[in-house]
């Protein structure tokens, strides 16, 4: 497995970057993927999804609308 080349980078400037995926809301809201990311930006994530991407989207209120697991 091959490591990030942008981790551990002895060069400044740091590299400040994220490897979880960064989902846009809607609304515009951003959260990100990995539970210890403390700044959901743009610039800090390689992957970027629309909300809508994801099965159910951003809506609670959408997921009534899909069938019930069995």
Do not use: K, W
């Amino acid at each position: 497995m091959s490591s990030c080349p942008d981790c551990g980078r002895d060069v400044d400037p740091y590299v400040d970057h994220c490897h979880g995926t960064l989902v846009v809301h809607s609304d515009r809201t951003q959260e990100c993927t990995n539970a210890g990311c403390e700044l959901p930006e743009l610039l800090r994530h390689e992957f970027i999804i629309d909300c809508m991407a994801v099965l159910g989207g951003c809506c609670v209120d959408d997921a009534a609308d899909l069938p019930a697991a069995s």
